[in-house]
């Protein structure tokens, strides 16, 4: 197979583009593709200074590598969950990813900086890890942000993962969630930094073969809390789509953006947005989830 754009031997073939590329001209693809997003969805402009969420895994590493690699002045965060010997792994592949390209690298400890361990609060409050993990990164995606005076925070979401996400939302008709499922989430309050997802309408292989082209270290297993999660099996079932009509994934989440989501828009409930009395951050309620979650381990 030849590539599509200078007829030298392929070593990838993306059949949802029914176009096949060498390594030199899939960067170019890939380069572009982000560029691409970056631009057309608005997410931000060089010269902002913008925060990258990273866990070592493919996606994040990518989206790190190729926004360095394209001048936009960028933070990496890295939040250990306390996840055992997988948080001790990825923390070591993103700060030596870090030192090997001098770049910034924000680290948090949810253990030793708030003293919260995922697992005894699960056990406590018979919530799943997962529900507990994502009321932590959430709040300090914006706290580091806002703190840090960054315009955008942004995740290595790809296309899989927004596929499967709006799979999910529409089995179920998640109103709420279908009207803010988008590459975008804009600030809706001065202590609410930007979230942006420039990964998009990249694939996981996508990633992953940017990662492998670029020689690019990265954790290869799963959060051992993402085994039996739904959007695993969301994925399985869009990727048999994909193997019978090449393109669904992408035409599934792009029309969605395109001709759906706009029906949902006058379902968004309208918050009382209001300032955590412990900690200043945007919450609904008097005190903010993060905090309550720092209170009840100090009982633990
Ligand atoms: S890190 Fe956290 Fe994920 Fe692990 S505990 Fe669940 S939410 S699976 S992206
Ligand atoms: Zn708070």
Same mark, same amino acid.
């Given at each position: 197979?030849r590539?599509?754009?200078?007829? +030298?031997?392929? !070593?990838?073939?993306?059949?949802?583009?029914?176009a096949?590329?060498?390594?030199? $001209?899939f960067?170019?693809?890939?380069?572009?593709?982000?560029?691409?997003?970056?631009?057309?969805?608005?997410m931000?402009?060089?010269?902002?200074?913008?925060l990258?969420?990273?866990?070592?895994?493919?996606?994040?590493?990518?989206?790190?590598?190729?926004?360095?690699?394209?001048?936009?002045?960028?933070?990496?965060?890295?939040?250990?969950?306390?996840?055992?010997?997988?948080?001790?792994?990825s923390?070591?592949?993103?700060?030596?990813?870090?030192?090997e390209?001098?770049?910034?690298l924000?680290?948090?400890?949810?253990?030793?900086?708030?003293?919260?361990?995922i =697992?005894?609060?699960?056990?406590?409050?018979?919530?799943?890890? $997962?529900?507990?993990? %994502?009321?932590?990164?959430?709040?300090?995606?914006?706290?580091?942000?806002?703190d840090?005076?960054?315009?955008?925070?942004?995740?290595?979401?790809?296309?899989?993962?927004?596929?499967?996400?709006?799979?999910?939302?529409?089995?179920?008709?998640?109103?709420?969630?279908?009207?803010?499922?988008?590459?975008?989430?804009?600030?809706? =309050?001065?202590k609410?930094?930007?979230k942006?997802?420039?990964?998009?309408?990249?694939? +996981?292989?996508?990633?992953?073969?940017?990662?492998?082209?670029?020689?690019?270290?990265?954790? =290869?297993?799963?959060?051992?809390?993402?085994? %039996?999660a739904?959007?695993?099996l969301?994925? +399985?079932?869009l990727?048999?789509?994909?193997e019978?009509?090449? %393109?669904t994934?992408?035409?599934?989440?792009?029309?969605?953006?395109?001709?759906?989501?706009? =029906?949902f828009?006058?379902?968004? +409930?309208?918050?009382?947005?209001?300032?955590?009395?412990? $900690?200043?951050?945007?919450?609904?309620?008097?005190?903010?989830?993060? $905090?309550?979650l !720092?209170?009840?381990?100090?009982?633990?």
């Amino acid at each position: 197979m030849r590539c599509r754009r200078c007829k +030298e031997k392929a !070593v990838i073939y993306l059949e949802r583009h029914n176009a096949a590329f060498c390594e030199n $001209c899939f960067m170019h693809y890939y380069y572009n593709q982000v560029d691409k997003n970056i631009k057309k969805e608005r997410m931000f402009k060089k010269g902002e200074k913008i925060l990258i969420v990273v866990s070592g895994g493919k996606d994040s590493m990518a989206l790190w590598d190729v926004l360095y690699k394209n001048g936009y002045d960028v933070t990496a965060m890295y939040i250990n969950l306390g996840i055992g010997e997988y948080s001790d792994r990825s923390q070591e592949i993103v700060e030596d990813f870090a030192n090997e390209k001098k770049l910034p690298l924000i680290i948090k400890n949810i253990k030793k900086e708030y003293g919260l361990e995922i =697992h005894k609060l699960s056990k406590k409050l018979k919530r799943s890890p $997962c529900s507990i993990c %994502g009321t932590i990164k959430r709040y300090l995606f914006n706290k580091v942000a806002l703190d840090g005076g960054f315009t955008a925070v942004a995740t290595g979401h790809n296309l899989d993962d927004e596929a499967a996400t709006l799979l999910g939302n529409t089995l179920s008709w998640q109103e709420g969630y279908l009207a803010r499922q988008a590459p975008v989430l804009p600030s809706t =309050h001065p202590k609410l930094v930007k979230k942006v997802k420039p990964l998009f309408t990249l694939t +996981e292989r996508e990633n992953l073969s940017y990662i492998l082209f670029n020689e690019i270290k990265f954790i =290869h297993e799963e959060c051992p809390h993402a085994v %039996g999660a739904s959007s695993i099996l969301y994925k +399985e079932v869009l990727n048999r789509l994909e193997e019978e009509s090449p %393109g669904t994934k992408q035409r599934f989440l792009i029309n969605f953006l395109e001709k759906g989501r706009k =029906h949902f828009q006058d379902v968004k +409930e309208k918050l009382d947005l209001k300032e955590c009395k412990i $900690c200043g951050q945007v919450t609904t309620t008097e005190i903010c989830s993060f $905090c309550r979650l !720092v209170e009840i381990s100090k009982e633990l």
